[in-house]
């Protein structure tokens, strides 16, 4: 048991001791031996260069700055590998290739061939696919978390308001009160987690995964810090994915698809509304409405309810790809007053050039469990997301329904740690959102009868919005 808190107390402290200006500010928890003694090394904070070949991929640490600072920045689709038939690491040149998309993904998974090669390229597509819709969603609107509560209010206030911010406030007072809250100027979290794709539907088969020796393992790091910066990696399966937002904008980076920006407005980390930052939850479901109430998992809870404004919808929806709507719901316990359960649910439109409209509706549902406090502040500990990709369109017996789950736990958490600055959250160099039809893939099935640059740039451009709002 020593051993376990050592490693996780000196990991974290290397994390924050790399990120220092000085390098060498006091540990404040125990020490452990070198950082590449670490079976965790992958999710230190440093350059990485990609090495794939041969149907695997490795990276290879080198002693650099906290985050890359060379490549191009394409806005690209995160999903499955575009290039099929290509080596395990799969390049950001490569990602220009046209491939199927999730098309290619739900053949291959029906007509799985018992080789090893294409079981370790199936298994590559099933864990980039997880990576790409579950590792770094975004909430619906942006918020900040040093905006204040609305002042409760009962006269001239619809019933279904005036119960919301009564809500947040229990919820608010119960997380560890508004002026600790206000006191953290920045936060840590590590964790733990396992990824798996659990089941596939289509409209003549369903295929179940049941054996969960399947599932991917793996931990993230995130880090927050006011006002409206944060920064997630994720290690899982020997792939990286990293995320981060320095206040202005927000981008992504996958090992195989390479670095592209979130269109729309700046808007928090999904992961952080699952029980790790209270304040900023409050924030987004300051508008909410109170629309009754649920029991979960046996608890009796209020449910606050929050549609994204059709000017956010707007900004967030590129060419052919229209954003119809985004809600998001949080289920708060009458018991505790916590949030218990969280379900996020967004709807896209597609209309190809010349062809027939697809939809695409991915929802998000995750339970929090564990709250435990840390330094004053509750904290959910564990938690489990499920989340359901719906593909859908004018066309008789076409749709797909694509069944993922993730369980995480938190290892470790602090507040206010010392030597984060905003070097930490600067996003990599060379930032291009022009190119997105350079670097992302789209399912032939849906670029249209088209076969133009302009048809082609427009379904690219399609396929990144469905898939990353």
């Not at 031996?33 to 990276?59: I, Q, V």
Request: aromatic letters at 6%; charged letters at 20%.
């Amino acid at each position: 048991m020593e051993k376990k808190q050592g490693f996780f107390s000196a990991l974290r402290h290397e994390v924050v001791r790399g990120l220092s200006p000085s390098r060498s500010r006091t540990r404040s928890r125990s020490v452990s031996p070198a950082r590449s003694s670490s079976p965790m090394t992958a999710l230190s904070w440093g350059r990485k260069n990609f090495t794939g070949g041969g149907g695997a991929g490795y990276y290879v640490t080198q002693p650099e700055l906290l985050i890359e600072r060379s490549g191009s920045l394409r806005p690209v689709m995160e999903g499955p590998d575009p290039d099929e038939g290509g080596g395990g690491g799969g390049s950001v040149g490569d990602s220009k290739r046209l491939g199927s998309g999730l098309g290619n993904w739900v053949k291959g998974q029906l007509s799985r061939a018992p080789s090893v090669a294409a079981t370790a390229a199936y298994r590559r597509n099933d864990l980039r696919l997880l990576l790409g819709v579950m590792g770094a969603p975004l909430a619906p609107i942006h918020v900040s978390s040093s905006d204040p509560l609305p002042h409760l209010s009962i006269k001239n206030t619809p019933i279904e308001t005036s119960s919301a911010q009564y809500i947040l406030q229990q919820y608010t007072a119960a997380s560890g009160g508004q002026k600790l809250q206000s006191s953290i100027k920045n936060a840590y979290a590590m964790g733990k987690l396992k990824m798996i794709t659990s089941e596939l539907q289509t409209a003549t088969r369903t295929v179940r995964n049941r054996n969960p020796s399947k599932a991917e393992s793996g931990g993230f790091v995130l880090w927050q810090m006011n006002p409206d910066m944060w920064y997630v990696e994720l290690s899982v399966g020997g792939n990286k994915v990293r995320a981060g937002c320095n206040g202005k904008l927000v981008w992504r980076h996958t090992p195989w698809l390479g670095s592209h920006t979130a269109k729309g407005p700046v808007r928090p980390l999904r992961r952080g509304l699952q029980g790790l930052d209270p304040r900023t939850t409050a924030a987004m479901f300051a508008e909410a409405k109170c629309i009754g109430e649920k029991n979960v998992n046996g608890e009796d809870c209020f449910i606050l309810k929050l549609c994204t404004d059709p000017e956010t919808l707007k900004a967030r929806s590129e060419g052919p790809a229209e954003i119809i709507r985004h809600v998001l719901s949080g289920y708060f316990s009458q018991k505790t007053g916590l949030l218990v359960h969280i379900e996020d649910s967004h709807l896209t439109r597609i209309q190809s050039n010349g062809g027939d409209t697809v939809f695409w509706e991915t929802t998000y549902n995750s339970s929090l469990d564990d709250y435990r406090q840390v330094e004053g502040i509750m904290i959910a500990h564990s938690g489990h997301s499920v989340v359901t990709l719906f593909r859908f369109g004018e066309v008789a017996m076409s749709h797909t329904r694509t069944k993922m789950e993730e369980s995480w736990t938190i290892e470790e958490v602090a507040f206010n740690v010392p030597g984060l600055s905003l070097d930490c959250f600067i996003p990599p160099a060379d930032l291009k959102t022009g190119s997105v039809a350079d670097s992302c893939e789209y399912g032939q099935e849906e670029r249209g009868k088209g076969n133009n640059s302009v048809a082609l740039s427009a379904a690219h451009r399609a396929k990144v919005a469905a898939l990353e709002n």
